[in-house]
């Protein structure tokens, strides 16, 4: 039987073509039954085999997008009151309004460095750690929705003036693991619960998921709200509100341990530039979250406190997808400075 595919001739009773693999088995035009190749006439129906066509197999399914499993953090924003605005504006002043609003949306996602996924009317999804994952996506996550809120005061206010609406400004964020494929905006996964998530939260204000509290609890201040019950989740989900004070509220840290050796090592590098009265750089590479900042934060509190050393900490562009955090120490006598131990923060710059 010569394979209607590729052309090749195989032997009477073969099933598949053994050249291309193509199916050889006949089946009638008419009741689709399947034909002995020897056969005249369609045992099933009387048809003539003539008029019986080789089945082909099935064309191959393109292939799936390639998938990736990361660790993100999702932020989902969402305008409350935005239906009866529209309700009673005229369309021309709504589509204003919202071209402004989502405006100021892009800008503060864009100012700290995330990627707005989508547009979803009057809602946003925007992600940290696409495509490139950092230690401070997290971070860079929540600072982006406390500036949300503070532009979007702002932005409610004028609205209210002009227009005598008031709109409200939700924001939700959560860091898990999902999946997601090359240009795809749709996350699988822990993602998708900062949008529960931020349906719990109150207007104004900004709330966080547990897995992003714990990442972010030494630079922002949370009032507990307890577990809530989430659509997806069959467990309840613990939410925290981002307090209003940020910097009166922030959690004490945990204590610091399991980092000996790499402590005395710092230790001993900063003896030696202290000694030899000459510089000394060390660098410090570790995978996000794996502590480098809490090891460099630690080494700066114990030279000043035992030596009176002067620490500047100093934060840098993010580039690239591998971090790093340096600390500038100088004994206090090598500058003439006096005994008090002073610390400078620059912030973030993006």
């Not at 997008?65 to 021309?92: I, Q, Y």
């Not at 997806?232 to 610091?256: C, H, K, L, Y």
């Not at 002067?310 to 100088?330: K, N, Q, V, W």
Request: net charge neutral.
């Amino acid at each position: 039987m010569d394979c209607a595919q590729c052309g090749e001739a195989n032997r009477d009773g073969a099933r598949f073509c053994g050249e291309c693999g193509a199916i050889l088995a006949r089946r009638c035009a008419s009741c689709n039954a399947e034909l002995n190749p020897k056969l005249k006439f369609c045992d099933g129906c009387g048809t003539p085999t003539s008029a019986a066509a080789p089945l082909v197999a099935p064309a191959a399914s393109a292939p799936l997008p390639d998938a990736t499993r990361k660790t993100v953090t999702a932020l989902f924003a969402d305008l409350v009151g935005s239906t009866s605005f529209g309700e009673r504006s005229d369309a021309e002043v709504a589509r204003s309004v919202m071209a402004r609003y989502h405006a100021l949306l892009q800008e503060a996602i864009d100012a700290h460095g995330g990627t707005v996924a989508k547009f979803m009317g009057d809602g946003m999804m925007a992600t940290f750690g696409i495509p490139e994952i950092a230690e401070d996506d997290a971070i860079r996550a929540v600072r982006a929705g406390v500036d949300i809120q503070d532009r979007f005061t702002a932005f409610a206010a004028d609205v209210l003036r002009q227009h005598g609406e008031t709109l409200g400004l939700r924001v939700g964020v959560n860091t898990g693991e999902v999946v997601i494929a090359s240009g795809d905006a749709d996350l699988v996964g822990d993602g998708d619960v900062a949008a529960r998530i931020e349906h719990a939260c109150n207007p104004g204000r900004i709330t966080v998921g547990e897995e992003t509290w714990r990442l972010t609890r030494g630079e922002f201040g949370y009032e507990s709200l307890g577990d809530v019950t989430v659509a997806g989740r069959a467990q309840p989900v613990a939410i925290f509100e981002v307090a209003t004070d940020i910097a009166a509220a922030v959690e004490t840290t945990a204590p610091f341990v399991g980092r000996a050796r790499e402590m005395t090592a710092l230790r001993e590098a900063f003896a030696s530039a202290t000694t030899a009265r000459a510089a000394r750089l060390v660098t410090v590479l570790g995978s996000p979250g794996v502590g480098k900042t809490r090891l460099s934060r630690e080494l700066c509190a114990a030279t000043s406190a035992e030596s009176d050393a002067i620490t500047f900490e100093i934060r840098c562009d993010r580039a690239g997808d591998s971090t790093s955090r340096r600390h500038r120490l100088r004994a206090r006598g090598s500058h003439g400075t006096g005994s008090r131990t002073a610390r400078r923060r620059i912030p973030d710059r993006h």
